[in-house]
């Protein structure tokens, strides 16, 4: 009975031990769209604002930067709104990542004058 017991054991721990793990998911599939980055005016004066609007299906994060002038928000749509001291154009970038390290930069240039 005890060599009866042992062969069980040893057997249970055979099948654990030989059981095949799986492999990590190394996908690299984007899980997001980035159709368009619009604003809803393209020239602006010193001290003025504009939305900008990013166009995203899916699953992702969202980083804004500007060239000069604030950015107000973190979401799909941002305030830009400018600086009373530069004019010229100021670029407004939106880089939109995933879980699987995908990542995709579109841009828009808004004018501000005086």
Same mark, same amino acid.
Request: glycine share 6%.
């Given at each position: 009975?005890?060599?009866?017991?042992? @062969?069980?054991?040893?057997?249970? @721990?055979? @099948?654990? =031990? !030989?059981?095949?793990? #799986?492999? #990590?998911?190394?996908?690299?599939?984007?899980?997001? &769209?980035? +159709?368009?980055?619009? $604003?809803?005016?393209?020239?602006?004066?010193?001290?003025?604002?504009? +939305?900008?609007?990013? +166009?995203? &299906?899916?699953? =992702? $994060?969202?980083?804004?930067?500007?060239?000069?002038?604030?950015?107000?928000?973190?979401?799909?749509?941002? @305030?830009?709104?400018?600086? $009373? !001291? !530069?004019?010229?154009?100021?670029?407004? &970038? !939106? &880089?939109?990542?995933?879980?699987?390290?995908?990542?995709?930069?579109?841009?828009?240039?808004?004018?501000?004058? $005086?």
């Amino acid at each position: 009975m005890k060599r009866f017991f042992i @062969l069980v054991f040893l057997s249970a @721990l055979f @099948l654990i =031990a !030989c059981k095949k793990k #799986p492999k #990590p998911s190394s996908s690299s599939e984007k899980l997001f &769209t980035y +159709n368009s980055l619009t $604003s809803d005016v393209s020239s602006i004066k010193q001290g003025d604002a504009t +939305n900008i609007k990013a +166009n995203i &299906t899916g699953a =992702a $994060s969202i980083a804004w930067s500007a060239s000069a002038g604030d950015i107000f928000g973190n979401d799909r749509t941002v @305030l830009f709104a400018a600086g $009373s !001291c !530069c004019t010229g154009n100021h670029t407004v &970038t !939106c &880089t939109v990542s995933d879980a699987n390290n995908n990542s995709e930069s579109k841009s828009v240039v808004i004018y501000v004058h $005086s």
